[in-house]
T-cell receptor, first 112, second 120 residues
Framework: TQLLEQSPQFLSIQEGENLTVYCNSS?????LQWYRQEPGEGPVLLVT?????EVKKLKRLTFQFGDARKDSSLHITAAQPGDTGLYLC????????????FGKGTKLTVNP | GAVVSQHPSWVICKSGTSVKIECRSL??????MFWYRQFPKQSLMLMAT?????????EQGVEKDKFLINHASLTLSTLTVTSAHPEDSSFYIC????????????????FGPGTRLTVL
């Protein structure tokens, strides 16, 4: 069974601070997605990384896929209260499975 | 693009009744749809995977006779919770993906807004 270990589970910071969320696995993924979910809503896709070593930027968010495609990180610069939410990483296993393996999520709270 | 809708957004029902939740892909053809359940402050738990025109594949521990899934077209899947009980109260979320990699990266899933089910 493939697992994605996501950390930290909870993070409470002040506006303007930087943070990094990690997703790690011993398994290789063909791609990895990051989602953000707000209370009472469905997850919204932020980015998909496919190539080992790939770095993608979305405004103040930087996503990196590990060289071996076993891990990924999400870095937020100068966090704002609007960044508050549950961040989920999800990996697509190699071998063509349609199912995603989800991390347990990181609950981020950015205080004004 | 890649918008998924879900209806209803919330429903309250009496114990013993059945509830149907619809999931629609609005601007793409979803070859595969997924149904998840989410408990408070937890990640998503996959219940089943459905492909258009074929029977759904249920995850271990999910009762297929209780959670009926129909994927009648490339844009619609339904989840029916039969004989609902209070322990079925939860947040149910669907997602959709497409094998058409011209528009969607393979394995990307797009989620609906979720349905909050409360069984009294």
């Amino acid at each position: 069974t493939q697992l994605l270990e996501q950390s930290p589970q909870f993070l409470s910071i002040q506006e303007g601070e930087n943070l990094t969320v990690y997703c790690n696995s011993s398994s290789v993924f063909s791609s990895l997605q990051w989602y953000r979910q707000e209370p009472g809503e469905g997850p919204v896709l932020l980015v998909t990384v496919v190539t080992g070593g790939e770095v993608k930027k979305l405004k103040r968010l930087t996503f990196q896929f590990g060289d071996a495609r076993k891990d990924s990180s999400l870095h937020i610069t100068a966090a704002q209260p609007g960044d508050t939410g549950l961040y989920l990483c999800a990996g697509a296993p190699q071998g063509g499975s349609e199912k995603l393996v989800f991390g347990k999520g990181t609950k981020l709270t950015v205080n004004p | 693009g890649a918008v998924v809708s879900q209806h209803p957004s919330w429903v309250i029902c009496k114990s013993g009744t059945s509830v149907k939740i619809e999931c629609r892909s609005l601007d793409f053809q979803a070859t595969t749809m997924f149904w998840y359940r989410q408990f408070p402050k937890q990640s998503l738990m996959l219940m089943a995977t459905s492909n258009e025109g074929s029977k759904a594949t249920y995850e271990q521990g999910v009762e297929k006779d209780k959670f009926l899934i129909n994927h009648a077209s490339l844009t619609l899947s339904t989840l029916t919770v039969t004989s609902a009980h209070p322990e079925d109260s939860s947040f149910y979320i669907c997602s959709a993906s497409s094998a058409d990699t011209r528009t969607i990266t393979y394995n990307e899933q797009f989620f609906g807004p979720g349905t909050r089910l409360t069984v009294l």
